[in-house]
């Protein structure tokens, strides 16, 4: 099941180049009271909404998925989580580079261990990336990421795939510079999610898609899941050793090499095989 959101509050479930508007199965949601539970509520419910959406879609209207402009497929998630360094090929970049590295050794990810971005730099490709410090590098970074889909914490590695509701593409922007990456990663719209989220069932195996990433119609980046050093169930270990997680929390897994900058005006394309592509155009937030 390939599930979108529009307009804020439209549940659409993508059908090929078609997206039916199944909001009316949200109907069922429980209406929380403050104070909220922690992650988002469709994601936390989505086995009883499954269903739902099913006995519902052959009802329901359809619109043309080319023209409609997508939200973040989550809304609400509680944490957004990133690898630093997940990709050989990338560290061997970074320490290359002396605008990645900073002066900084560059390490290995568990050195560093997992980071986190704000909730608040979460953007749907309709939001489009907005650009601070735009004399500073700002580079694109196409990432798999995947969506939790039940509360765990201590979670071995061959049960973690059983956390994951789904996946998604990820673009974790980030603003070069000597700042902790929480920060320089958390700015409005620097982690951008989309185009809609397919959910586990849909993955045979998360660690065998190919990545891809374009400016302008340029290739930048071009890779395949296998490379990563820690995949999706190591990293679910390795993160709820130390917190919870929560349906809806997102997992940004890495990136590969061939990271660079954008400016305003640049459109990015960003797409893994079986998550679909979004087009993300680039602003300066003015
Ligand atoms: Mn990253």
Do not use: C
Request: glycine share 10%.
């Amino acid at each position: 099941m390939k599930l979108a959101r529009f307009q804020g509050n439209r549940l659409g479930l993508v059908e090929g180049e078609r997206v039916r508007d199944v909001t009316l199965a949200l109907d069922d949601l429980p209406a929380p009271r403050w104070p909220l539970p922690i992650g988002d509520l469709v994601i936390a419910h989505l086995d009883r909404l499954r269903p739902r959406i099913d006995a519902l879609a052959p009802s329901q209207p359809t619109l043309a998925l080319a023209s409609l402009p997508l939200d973040s497929p989550i809304a609400n998630p509680g944490k957004i989580l990133g690898a630093p360094v997940n990709y050989r090929d990338h560290a061997a970049e970074a320490k290359a580079d002396s605008g990645i590295a900073q002066g900084r050794t560059v390490k290995t990810l568990k050195d560093w261990g997992v980071f986190q971005k704000a909730t608040s730099a979460l953007a749907g490709p309709a939001q489009g990336v907005k650009l601070r410090f735009p004399d500073q590098r700002n580079d694109h970074e196409v990432e798999l990421v995947a969506v939790i889909g039940k509360t765990g914490t201590n979670i071995a590695a061959r049960q973690a795939l059983d956390h994951v509701a789904g996946y998604a593409v990820g673009l974790d922007m980030t603003l070069r510079g000597p700042e902790f990456p929480g920060l320089r990663k958390s700015i409005d719209s620097y982690a951008v999610l989309g185009p809609w989220l397919t959910t586990a069932d849909e993955i045979a195996d998360p660690q065998a898609l190919d990545l891809r990433l374009a400016v302008n119609g340029v290739e930048r980046q071009r890779a395949n899941t296998r490379e990563m050093t820690m995949g999706v169930a190591e990293l679910i270990e390795y993160a709820s050793r130390y917190f919870t997680l929560h349906p809806g929390d997102l997992i940004y897994t890495g990136t590969p090499a061939g990271v660079g900058p954008v400016r305003a005006g640049d459109v990015i394309e960003a797409g893994i095989a079986g998550l679909g592509v979004m087009r993300i155009a680039v602003r300066d937030a003015g």
